[in-house]
């Protein structure tokens, strides 16, 4: 590509004109030229940055301003080597030295344009990790498009204006992670039916299919929590409609998923119909809600329904337009929203998207300018107003939203996947480093699709994504219309008890990954977490991508896994179950970790912490610790005390385990009962069920 020879490139260099601490060990630098209108009011970052303060004369990580071929561009030089991260959604390796992203949101149907380079989020953050585990984050803070080329140093290369850039610099790639969830803000609280299994398909229809879905899931007792509803439901592909025939009684269908303990999510795309007899696109005709091009008219382009309209939602008028039509929508009953195709997506547009030249028109804070500065965080600025929409209707209930395209600090309003990806050996290894450089790129919610979402896995692939599945954040299984069934039964009956099996122990590891979520809200520290997270000074981690923590305390290794790189320590196997089979991701337990788990239920409408599991493996001095998070799952009362933080700790005397339990946080009590499960050398010693604020193990 063009800007991988570098060296070769021809530049003129400046120095930066300004530069300054905005908070301990995070510096701000601005080229000479700068001008704030043309990148800011910043979509990415929202603490103030605003503060001046010297930067430090040792500071290491500084840039260069510079052009190469008439592109602006920044650039950073290190004089030792580092391992690079990040970049946000990308195919490839965990370890991102060598290659290059280009940062142009794009529907890329099975990765199969630009090499998976160019997918459908733009991350323009790169972390950078020492040999000692020091390290930098680097957040090139604008919207154009841009590249990141990473070989001997890190270089940003823009096609729009200059633009100023934020390096944070910390002991520990964890802190920088805090530090970038300080800058770009943190996910909120999901409710607590998010994190359980999902099924989807594009797509369940007619309804009553829907409904049989729900019933099989119940029958067999697979848990589940969610039905996903693909763009089938809709009347002719019209966003915010129910197909008469297909879907007569959406009210009525969200009606019996909740007896039967479901939730339901319903695709929203941005593309509006162009149908003049289309109460949608005639309020947004006559709102004037439309990206136009460049000459002033409105833009159209062909998506599922044909010809369409596409909000600009850089303004604010068409920010509360947009909002106010989850009105009726939410009313009948629907849980979350699934926004998609908002990269956007154009199929005949110029690189599948709108030209560059487009207008949109902008207002309060965000100006007027064209797509090429707004392609990347369109949508960001889609979901943030479909939440908007979806908390005025439902103030007392948390939103969820999962959204395709997003851009960096789009974690604040929506959850991700992924994209298309296929039902191949290959995607399936490569979802594990994808979802890890989502995370360390801070979108701590992020998962792929379960089983792959083109061409038909063999039994063999999905039984082992499925047992890798149950431990992504995001944990859904969905599918073309172009494939075979794929519901944890479709493959017969050996499959579907891997399946039953992976899900049970998902189900009962939810106190211990509502727990991570709780932490990802207050810190902005993954989910999901490489292998050298365990020991950063250990290089020979730092190209683990077989494997991948879960939090602090579990290793999660796919059966498929060789010559595996494991930290150092007594990592125990941790047994949720007799019932294993071949398939089953191995779960290691960390020494030195308390792990709460629950029993296994069917949804999340039947989680309880009142009998809670404490697997515990003791480090060399007999010593454990841990924590569990609680509240009422949906709602708000945990901002004002409704909940509870509980630490433990183990400690051995005289052959006996004894665990102290405190709470430390939070007004939220509840009679409790524990069980100690001592993991050691294989094996688990049980204690009876106990009460009280100390629970022994003889």
């Known amino acids: 590509m063009l800007f991988l020879a570098l060296l070769f490139v021809s530049f003129q260099l400046s120095v930066a004109q300004t530069s300054s601490l905005v908070q301990p060990d995070v510096a701000i630098f601005y080229p000479k030229d700068f001008k704030a209108y043309k990148t800011l009011p910043s979509l990415a970052v929202t603490q103030d940055v605003s503060q001046e303060k010297p930067l430090p004369a040792n500071w290491a990580v500084k840039p260069q301003f510079l052009q190469i071929e008439g592109k602006n561009a920044v650039q950073f030089m290190f004089p030792e080597h580092v391992d690079l991260y990040g970049t946000g959604e990308v195919l490839g390796d965990l370890r991102r030295n060598g290659t290059d992203v280009t940062l142009w949101n794009t529907d890329n149907y099975e990765y199969g344009k630009f090499e998976g380079k160019q997918l459908y989020q733009a991350h323009p953050w790169v972390l950078g990790v020492r040999?000692?585990?020091?390290?930098?984050?680097?957040?090139?803070?604008?919207?154009?498009?841009?590249?990141?080329?990473?070989?001997?140093?890190?270089?940003?290369?823009?096609?729009?204006?200059?633009?100023?850039?934020?390096?944070?610099?910390?002991?520990?790639?964890?802190?920088?992670?805090?530090?970038?969830?300080?800058?770009?803000?943190?996910?909120?609280?999901?409710?607590?039916?998010?994190?359980?299994?999902?099924?989807?398909?594009?797509?369940?229809?007619?309804?009553?299919?829907?409904?049989?879905?729900?019933?099989?899931?119940?029958?067999?007792?697979?848990?589940?929590?969610?039905?996903?509803?693909?763009?089938?439901?809709?009347?002719?592909?019209?966003?915010?409609?129910?197909?008469?025939?297909?879907?007569?009684?959406?009210?009525?269908?969200?009606?019996?998923?909740?007896?039967?303990?479901?939730?339901?999510?319903?695709?929203?795309?941005?593309?509006?119909?162009?149908?003049?007899?289309?109460?949608?696109?005639?309020?947004?005709?006559?709102?004037?809600?439309?990206?136009?091009?460049?000459?002033?008219?409105?833009?159209?382009?062909?998506?599922?329904?044909?010809?369409?309209?596409?909000?600009?939602?850089?303004?604010?008028?068409?920010?509360?337009?947009?909002?106010?039509?989850?009105?009726?929508?939410?009313?009948?009953?629907?849980?979350?929203?699934?926004?998609?195709?908002?990269?956007?997506?154009?199929?005949?547009?110029?690189?599948?998207?709108?030209?560059?030249?487009?207008?949109?028109?902008?207002?309060?804070?965000?100006?007027?300018?064209?797509?090429?500065?707004?392609?990347?965080?369109?949508?960001?600025?889609?979901?943030?107003?479909?939440?908007?929409?979806?908390?005025?209707?439902?103030?007392?209930?948390?939103?969820?939203?999962?959204?395709?395209?997003?851009?960096?600090?789009?974690?604040?309003?929506?959850?991700?996947?992924?994209?298309?990806?296929?039902?191949?050996?290959?995607?399936?290894?490569?979802?594990?480093?994808?979802?890890?450089?989502?995370?360390?790129?801070?979108?701590?919610?992020?998962?792929?699709?379960?089983?792959?979402?083109?061409?038909?896995?063999?039994?063999?692939?999905?039984?082992?994504?499925?047992?890798?599945?149950?431990?992504?954040?995001?944990?859904?299984?969905?599918?073309?219309?172009?494939?075979?069934?794929?519901?944890?039964?479709?493959?017969?009956?050996?499959?579907?008890?891997?399946?039953?099996?992976?899900?049970?122990?998902?189900?009962?590891?939810?106190?211990?990954?509502?727990?991570?979520?709780?932490?990802?809200?207050?810190?902005?520290?993954?989910?999901?977490?490489?292998?050298f997270f365990a020991d950063i000074t250990d290089t020979s981690l730092r190209g683990e991508q077989q494997s991948f923590l879960l939090g602090e305390d579990l290793m999660v290794i796919p059966q498929w896994a060789e010559d595996l790189k494991m930290p150092q320590g007594d990592w125990q196997d941790l047994t949720l179950e007799e019932n294993t089979d071949k398939y089953q991701a191995t779960v290691k337990l960390r020494d030195g970790a308390i792990l709460p788990v629950g029993p296994v239920i069917q949804s999340t409408v039947d989680y309880s912490t009142s009998e809670i599991t404490l697997f515990i493996n003791l480090n060399a001095e007999g010593k454990a610790s841990g924590s569990l998070y609680d509240d009422a799952g949906e709602g708000y009362g945990y901002q004002s005390g409704d909940y509870s933080i509980l630490d433990f700790e183990a400690t051995t005397v005289d052959g006996q385990v004894e665990v102290h339990i405190e709470q430390t946080e939070g007004s939220r009590k509840l009679d409790r009962k524990f069980k100690i499960a001592l993991v050691q050398d294989g094996a688990v010693k049980y204690s009876e069920w106990q009460s009280g604020d100390t629970i022994r193990l003889n």
Do not use: C
């Open 131 to 531: 040999k000692d585990g020091t390290s930098f984050g680097i957040l090139a803070d604008h919207s154009w498009r841009q590249q990141i080329v990473l070989d001997d140093k890190v270089t940003f290369i823009s096609e729009g204006p200059t633009f100023r850039v934020l390096v944070i610099e910390k002991d520990s790639p964890q802190e920088v992670m805090k530090a970038l969830g300080e800058l770009t803000g943190t996910i909120a609280m999901p409710p607590l039916w998010a994190l359980g299994y999902q099924q989807s398909r594009y797509s369940y229809y007619p309804d009553t299919s829907v409904k049989e879905l729900a019933d099989e899931f119940r029958a067999r007792k697979i848990p589940a929590d969610v039905i996903w509803m693909d763009i089938d439901y809709m009347d002719g592909f019209r966003v915010f409609t129910f197909d008469k025939e297909g879907f007569p009684d959406p009210k009525g269908l969200n009606d019996y998923l909740h007896d039967k303990d479901f939730k339901s999510v319903y695709m929203i795309d941005p593309g509006v119909k162009q149908d003049s007899l289309y109460t949608i696109y005639q309020q947004g005709t006559a709102g004037d809600h439309w990206v136009q091009t460049a000459g002033g008219k409105e833009f159209n382009g062909e998506v599922w329904p044909g010809q369409v309209a596409f909000p600009d939602y850089t303004q604010p008028r068409t920010q509360k337009w947009w909002a106010s039509l989850y009105t009726d929508f939410m009313n009948l009953g629907i849980d979350g929203v699934w926004n998609d195709m908002n990269e956007p997506a154009v199929f005949d547009g110029p690189g599948g998207s709108m030209p560059d030249s487009n207008l949109h028109r902008g207002g309060g804070a965000l100006p007027m300018d064209k797509h090429l500065r707004y392609h990347n965080v369109y949508g960001l600025l889609m979901v943030r107003s479909s939440r908007e929409g979806i908390m005025a209707v439902n103030p007392e209930k948390r939103p969820f939203v999962l959204s395709r395209a997003n851009f960096l600090g789009g974690q604040r309003y929506a959850a991700t996947w992924t994209g298309d990806n296929s039902s191949t050996w290959e995607n399936l290894k490569m979802s594990i480093p994808m979802s890890i450089n989502l995370s360390l790129s801070g979108q701590p919610f992020n998962g792929p699709d379960i089983g792959g979402f083109t061409k038909s896995p063999t039994p063999e692939v999905f039984a082992n994504w499925i047992a890798l599945g149950a431990y992504y954040p995001f944990s859904r299984n969905h599918t073309s219309n172009e494939t075979e069934a794929q519901e944890p039964w479709a493959f017969g009956e050996e499959i579907e008890q891997v399946s039953r099996t992976a899900i049970n122990r998902r189900y009962r590891l939810l106190p211990y990954l509502y727990t991570l979520f709780h932490e990802a809200s207050q810190t902005g520290m993954p989910i999901m977490r490489p292998a």
